[in-house]
């Protein structure tokens, strides 16, 4: 059976072009754009090896070509691998993109950067979704086996004086996020808050957050934050 792809025009995006997907990969949206616009803020530019973890549709591999950077994405999903290559294609641009789980589809390689918006939400089952939507986003009853490797595989990844930029949720708590990057060497600051209403997977649990202390009022809000973390 051949997926069917679907476009999505992301308003407001800092990338023109159509971003599409096969059923089942995440869809480019606010965590999105926030780590774009860190991205070219924090100076990505002609030259810079950038390397995308989670790429999903390769949305945001592809801002940093535009920016000029070099880019290796790397995605774990088959249908997101194809997606992040056909959008490469169709913008004509040089983007690398392999399958793999995290930093070990490239041993021993290193970069100027790094970027992720992985899976962060917390879910009622511990283990990570091999196939199906929620996969891209469910990650482990706290939201954090995806952030905790990358945390952990940072370090080693970057060159010296090379930086991560993360995006996540409060509900998946940053707090361990700063600590795990510094207690790997690096120096984390969060540079960007922004509250959003419940999406459709945060609001279909909100019940079950709630009860698991994730929610501390009633609001339906969610927080996103970017960390970033630089390697002296």
Same mark, same amino acid.
């Given at each position: 059976? /051949? ?51 989670? /790429? ?145 997977? /945060? ?30």
């Amino acid at each position: 059976m /051949t997926p069917q792809a679907l476009a999505d025009r992301q308003v407001g995006a800092p990338w023109s072009a159509r971003v599409l997907r096969l059923p089942g990969v995440y869809r480019p949206q606010t965590d999105t754009l926030l780590l774009a616009s860190a991205l070219r803020r924090e100076g990505v530019r002609a030259g810079t090896e950038v390397l995308d973890l989670c /790429t999903g549709s390769g949305a945001l591999a592809l801002h940093a070509a535009r920016l000029g950077a070099r880019v290796t994405a790397v995605d774990i999903g088959r249908r997101a691998v194809a997606s992040a290559r056909l959008n490469a294609a169709l913008a004509r641009l040089p983007v690398e993109v392999r399958r793999g789980d995290l930093f070990s589809a490239l041993p021993g390689r290193s970069f100027d950067a790094l970027i992720s918006n992985p899976p962060y939400v917390p879910a009622p089952s511990a283990s990570v979704p091999r196939r199906g939507a929620q996969r891209a986003w469910d990650a482990g009853l706290d939201g954090r086996v995806l952030l905790d490797r990358i945390c952990d595989g940072a370090f080693t990844a970057l060159r010296p004086g090379g930086m991560l930029l993360l995006v996540q949720s409060a509900l998946s708590c940053p707090e361990k996020t700063l600590s795990r990057l510094a207690a790997s060497g690096l120096t984390p600051v969060v540079t960007d808050r922004v509250k959003i209403p419940f999406g459709p997977v /945060t609001r279909g649990r909100k019940h079950w957050l709630r009860a698991r202390g994730f929610l501390q009022d009633h609001l339906d809000l969610e927080e996103l934050v970017v960390i970033r973390a630089r390697k002296e």
